[in-house]
T-cell receptor, first 115, second 114 residues
Framework: DAKTTQPPSMDCAEGRAANLPCNHS???????VYWYRQIHSQGPQYIIH???NNETNEMASLIITEDRKSSTLILPHATLRDTAVYYC????????????????FGTGTRLTIIP | DTGVSQDPRHKITKRGQNVTFRCDPI?????LYWYRQTLGQGPEFLTY????????KSRLLSDRFSAERPKGSFSTLEIQRTEQGDSAMYLC????????????FGPGTRLTVL
């Protein structure tokens, strides 16, 4: 799996958009970008994933640069409940040929939402 | 879906004792995963099952660790002769066979070895 780089911590004001960056300069053509988050004392929670097009779901938006070497997770209106560690993971989906079953987590970004 | 459940949520044991953790995946999820998370680090993959077959094991899974999923439903992770370095959160996840590879995690079992 390609290595990812994330800032160790970020703050964001409640109600504002939280933009979490991730660098993955060695990503290969068949690797997707996944985001999970882990709220304190809970297991990780899937947020979103994408290959090259921007993606949006009820939780967040994922913006992937055209060269796919970096991406940004956007929480459009952050709430206190979004305080968590956010992990960016790059991998070949396990449902693909030569896919990878395991998730390789780094140390993530600790996002703190400020009231 | 009722979610992945794990039991116990917390376990304190003395060095040298054996411990066993249980994971109940989401119903009809035939893939089941174990991860370990130490303080300040992200989860690390240990092993996974497709139904009752254990298909991959990390080198982190020393010979003191054994995982089973005898009937393809719940799974157990046993650690023999625990060491202080085994203190960690042990996380279980499951996913469907087809359609999506989203892994759904349980709340974890926090092990403290004294």
């Amino acid at each position: 799996d390609a290595k990812t780089t994330q800032p160790p911590s970020m703050d964001c004001a409640e109600g504002r958009a939280a933009n979490l960056p991730c660098n993955h300069s060695t990503i290969s053509g068949n690797e997707y970008v996944y985001w999970y988050r882990q709220i304190h004392s809970q297991g990780p929670q899937y947020i979103i994933h994408g290959l090259k097009n921007n993606e949006t779901n009820e939780m967040a938006s994922l913006i992937i640069t055209e060269d796919r070497k970096s991406s940004t997770l956007i929480l459009p209106h952050a709430t206190l409940r979004d305080t968590a560690v956010y992990y960016c993971i790059v991998r070949v989906p396990s449902i693909s040929n030569f896919g990878n079953e395991k998730l390789t987590f780094g140390t993530g970004t600790r996002l703190t939402i400020i009231p | 879906d009722t979610g992945v459940s794990q039991d116990p949520r917390h376990k304190i044991t003395k060095r040298g004792q054996n411990v066993t953790f249980r994971c109940d995946p989401i119903s009809e999820h035939n893939r089941l995963y174990w991860y370990r998370q130490t303080l300040g680090q992200g989860p690390e993959f240990l092993t996974y099952f497709q139904n009752e077959a254990q298909l991959e094991k990390s080198r982190l899974l020393s010979d003191r660790f054994s995982a089973e999923r005898p009937k393809g439903s719940f799974s157990t992770l046993e650690i023999q002769r625990t060491e202080q370095g085994d203190s960690a959160m042990y996380l279980c996840a499951s996913r469907r066979e087809r359609g999506t590879d989203t892994q759904y995690f349980g709340p974890g079992t926090r092990l403290t070895v004294l």
